[in-house]
C-alpha cells in the first residue's frame, strides 16, 4: 500500500468531504453535524464536543481511505469512478445500516421508540438519516462520491 498517497489524498478527499457536509448543513440542505454526533459520544460538553467529532471524523477518514486503498491495490488500479462507487457503497452504508442503529450506542441520542431524557437529548437520524432532513441522504452519497473519487483519481497503487 502506498501509504504517502493514502495520507495525502485522505487528507484531501476527508477535507473536501467535511467542507461537503458542512456546506450542506449552513446551507439548510440538512440538519446532520457528523463531527458533532462523533464529538457527543464521547463528552456532553458541546463546544468540546465539536473540537473532538472533528478529530475523530479526521483520524476516521484516513482510515477509510486505507480501506479503499486497500481495494485499489487488490485490482491493482484506481480511477475516480471505482473510487466513487466505494464512496457510493460507503455512503450507503452510512445511511441505511449505521444511522439506525448509532442510538444504541451514543449515550447521549435518544431512541426511536423512547424519545428524549434529560441525558439523552440528540434525535435519533432514523432510516437514512431522513430525522435530519429529506436531503440529507442527498448530501452524505454526495459528500462521498467526491471523497471517494478523489481518492480513486490520485492514489498510485504501488
Known amino acids: 500500500m502506498n501509504k504517502r498517497s493514502v495520507s495525502l489524498w485522505g487528507f484531501v ?52 481511505a486505507s480501506v479503499y486503498a486497500a481495494a485499489f491495490e487488490s485490482w491493482r488500479r484506481a ?3 471505482l473510487g466513487a462507487a466505494i464512496g457510493l457503497v460507503h455512503a450507503l452504508f452510512v445511511l441505511v445500516a449505521a444511522m439506525p442503529v448509532l442510538p444504541a450506542m451514543h449515550p447521549r441520542m435518544a431512541s426511536e421508540q423512547e424519545g428524549p431524557t434529560p441525558t439523552r437529548q440528540l434525535e435519533p437520524p ?5 430525522n435530519y432532513g429529506r436531503r440529507t441522504p442527498l448530501s ?6 467526491v471523497y471517494g473519487g478523489i481518492l480513486g483519481a490520485f492514489y498510485r497503487p504501488k
Open 79 to 81: 480511477a475516480w469512478w
Open 13 to 64: 478527499g476527508t477535507v473536501v468531504l467535511t467542507s461537503i457536509l458542512s456546506g450542506s448543513q449552513e446551507l439548510g440542505l440538512t440538519r446532520v453535524n457528523f463531527p458533532f454526533m462523533l464529538g457527543t459520544m464521547f463528552t456532553p460538553d458541546r463546544d468540546r464536543a465539536k473540537l473532538v467529532g472533528f478529530g475523530m471524523h479526521f483520524v476516521n477518514g484516513w482510515v477509510f
Open 140 to 145: 452524505v452519497i454526495l459528500a462521498h462520491l
Open 126 to 130: 432514523g432510516f437514512m438519516a431522513l
